[in-house]
T-cell receptor, first 114, second 114 residues
Framework: SAVISQKPSRDICQRGTSLTIQCQVD?????MFWYRQQPGQSLTLIAT?????????ESGFVIDKFPISRPNLTFSTLTVSNMSPEDSSIYLCSVRQGRGYGYTFGSGTRLTVV | AQKVTQAQTEISVVEKEDVTLDCVYETRDTTYYLFWYKQPPSGELVFLIRRNSFDEQNEISGRYSWNFQKSTSSFNFTITASQVVDSAVYFCALSGVTGNQFYFGTGTSLTVIP
């Protein structure tokens, strides 16, 4: 299965600033997915990132707040912009292993906004 | 609509006890996949098992076993002789045949007391 390197693993940020999270996959994948996990909650899909096209955002998430880049088939970034304490969460990237084979997840970025 | 329900929010057991984590799902698809993931305190998501809707055979992997029953739309997970290292949040998840939509339950937090 794919191996995903995600960084930073954690960060504490001031409100109003932005943080960019990086995900590197050891193989080429068509789609990469970004999830948010708020404290004590389940995972919520933020967006799907395809290489060479704009990311597709889920309801409640907008590009201005969570811009995503996908410059090639092995790399993606998610930026959390103009952060507030409500953005404190774990952010995870993932890739699909193949039809029905589930997802592999990065190790997550634990973000605390103060 | 696709939905995964994990009614047990938190469970505590004493080491060496057996514990079953419940998962009930809803889907209109005839072909679908069910998954279990483990999220230890460090935050990463660890894939445990995938089961497709045509395979109702129960599975055992070491101390882990899974009971899939289509008649009751359930995919329960049992840990036998629990250990402290099993302490984690466990997520049940569902995807359709394309795998483009992935639905997580709200998770069950398991604490194994030494």
């Amino acid at each position: 299965s794919a191996v995903i390197s995600q960084k930073p693993s954690r960060d504490i940020c001031q409100r109003g600033t932005s943080l960019t999270i990086q995900c590197q996959v050891d193989s080429q994948v068509t789609m990469m997915f970004w999830y948010r996990q708020q404290p004590g909650q389940s995972l919520t899909l933020i967006a799907t990132a395809n290489q060479g096209s704009e990311a597709t955002y889920e309801s409640g998430f907008v590009i201005d707040k969570f811009p995503i880049s996908r410059p090639n088939l092995t790399f993606s970034t998610l930026t959390v912009s103009n952060m507030s304490p409500e953005d404190s969460s774990i952010y995870l990237c993932s890739v699909r292993q193949g039809r029905g084979y589930g997802y592999t997840f990065g190790s997550g970025t634990r973000l605390t906004v103060v | 609509a696709q939905k995964v329900t994990q009614a047990q929010t938190e469970i505590s057991v004493v080491e060496k006890e057996d514990v079953t984590l419940d998962c009930v799902y809803e889907t209109r698809d005839t072909t679908y996949y069910l998954f279990w993931y483990k999220q230890p305190p460090s935050g990463e998501l660890v894939f445990l098992i995938r089961r497709n809707s045509f395979d109702e055979q129960n599975e055992i992997s070491g101390r882990y076993s899974w009971n899939f029953q289509k008649s009751t739309s359930s995919f329960n997970f049992t840990i036998t002789a629990s250990q402290v290292v099993d302490s984690a949040v466990y997520f049940c998840a569902l995807s359709g045949v394309t795998g483009n939509q992935f639905y997580f339950g709200t998770g069950t937090s398991l604490t194994v007391i030494p």
